[in-house]
């Protein structure tokens, strides 16, 4: 490894203080001659750093080259070399942005499933309070008879947060076979990935920019900003718990959909549990 004069007088520094032996020996040890390690920079650059310090407070999304142009346009001869080896001094290097690469997302037809469990919905919601502070609203829906699973409510719903969410609904719902998603971060991060292949759930991306690929979340997600967030004005986060927690129980037992017959989703399954029921007892009766 090559070292840097700088690091080579350290090497010197400690070379005489811990085996006590001459400059001259060390630097000799060292190939640095003796003018280099007595040699004091007379170079002062409290100016540049004032300049810089300013200029990045005033503009904190501008860069090296940006400052230097300014810095030449106010008067100053400072040479780039001199301005960007300060720039990186202090640490104002900003971090450049990646723009994430989603892989191949497969368009299919958006078919209802032939029974509960099959394919779930997910998908976030903004609003705010009367504060004005953000919250966010995590709804996931079973896309057989359109039933809401859970609505929840929080300031913020990191990946951890949402996997939490799903184990409790499968533990008194069932597992799906499928979570029909969009491409968000919490919905692709790695750690949520790897839990659903644990669970064997298959993750159902859409199409970026393709809301409608998630047309019964999209459905479901107009009702409730209609009927709940554009409905009240939230002082806290426990009013908007308890307005969604009620306003659930009338979608799922209540409230009809024209696409279940006129029916709510808690009626249609069972509907169609009987309705199978009978059909499969009279195949039986007409085998025997």
Request: glycine letters at 4%; a positive charge.
């Amino acid at each position: 490894k090559v070292l840097k004069p700088c690091q080579r007088r350290s090497e010197v520094d400690y070379i005489t203080t811990t085996h006590n032996v001459s400059v001259v020996r060390a630097c000799r040890v060292m190939q640095l001659s003796k003018s280099m390690y007595y040699y004091n920079s007379c170079k002062d650059d409290t100016a540049v750093i004032n300049k810089l310090t300013e200029l990045a407070e005033k503009y904190p999304r501008r860069g090296c080259d940006k400052f230097y142009d300014m810095i030449r346009g106010q008067g100053f001869n400072w040479n780039y070399k001199r301005i960007r080896r300060v720039y990186k001094l202090l640490k104002l290097n900003m971090k450049r942005k990646i723009k994430r690469r989603l892989p191949a997302r497969v368009k299919s037809p958006l078919l209802v499933p032939e029974g509960i469990n099959r394919s779930w919905s997910m998908d976030f919601m903004s609003d705010a309070l009367c504060s004005g502070r953000k919250i966010r609203v995590l709804n996931i829906m079973d896309e057989y008879n359109r039933e809401a699973l859970a609505v929840e409510v929080s300031t913020s719903f990191p990946s951890q947060a949402v996997m939490r969410i799903l184990e409790d609904v499968i533990e008194w719902r069932g597992k799906p076979d499928q979570i029909r998603v969009d491409n968000g971060p919490k919905f692709t991060s790695t750690a949520f990935m790897n839990w659903c292949k644990n669970l064997q759930i298959k993750l159902h991306y859409i199409q970026p920019g393709k809301p409608m690929q998630n047309g019964f979340i999209e459905r479901f997600n107009r009702t409730f900003r209609e009927e709940v967030l554009d409905a009240y004005l939230f002082q806290d986060l426990i009013q908007v718990r308890d307005l969604c927690t009620e306003w659930m129980e009338d979608y799922n037992y209540i409230r009809p959909h024209e696409s279940l017959k006129g029916r709510s989703p808690k009626k249609y399954k069972e509907f169609e549990f009987n309705c199978g029921t009978s059909i499969h007892s009279f195949f039986l009766h007409v085998r025997t």
